[in-house]
């Protein structure tokens, strides 16, 4: 037969089958309810106070992040505004560099047109300096032609038939 302990050996039925000794279970429950009482009173308050501060902390992290995100979100749109300016700057900017360069090119162009007439023009006059240099000169051979001729008809006794090839002699010089 087993060894039990007189203290227990009545209590075989109830708490006393649990071989528990009532003064040490009575002392542990009054040492845990002070532990119990001295944790809630002096050290959970700090723990919640500081759990309460790091959730605020938090929230205000997650508030702050949310606003910086709509910030960067709002800086984003305006960044493609001002690029979308930008670039109908630029646009506008080109547009008027190329109807200032076609505006040159026309004027260019005017100005070559018109050189080029002038030179014509002053080519024309010149022709026509020489054209009528050329008359004068023409016109000073046919007098002296006309001299010769004369000199011709004067010392050759003058006849019809001479006289009329003279002439034709004449015409064809000139031509």
């Known amino acids: 037969m087993a060894y039990i302990p007189v203290q227990f ?31 809630k009173r002096w050290i959970l308050p700090p723990i919640n106070k500081t759990m ?53 090119v026309a004027k260019a162009e005017a100005a070559a047109s018109e050189q080029a007439q002038r030179v014509m023009a002053d080519a024309k006059d010149q022709i026509s300096q020489e054209h009528n240099k050329l008359r004068e000169e023409l016109k000073g051979e046919l007098a002296d032609l006309v001299i010769l001729t004369t000199e011709k008809v004067l010392r050759t006794k003058l006849n019809a038939r001479e006289d009329a090839k003279l002439v034709e002699q004449s015409i064809k010089d000139l031509e």
Not at 10 to 37: M, R
């Open 52 to 104: 309460d501060a790091r959730r605020k902390t938090l929230e205000e992290s997650l508030q702050n992040a949310r606003k910086a995100k709509e910030d960067l979100e709002k800086a984003e749109a305006r960044v493609e505004e001002m690029l979308k300016k930008g670039r109908l700057s630029a646009d506008s900017v080109i547009k008027g560099a190329q109807e200032e360069y076609k505006g040159i």
């Open 9 to 39: 050996a009545d209590s075989s039925s109830g708490l006393g089958a649990f071989n528990i000794n009532w003064k040490s279970f009575l002392f542990q429950l009054v040492t845990f309810l002070i532990v119990l009482l001295i944790f």
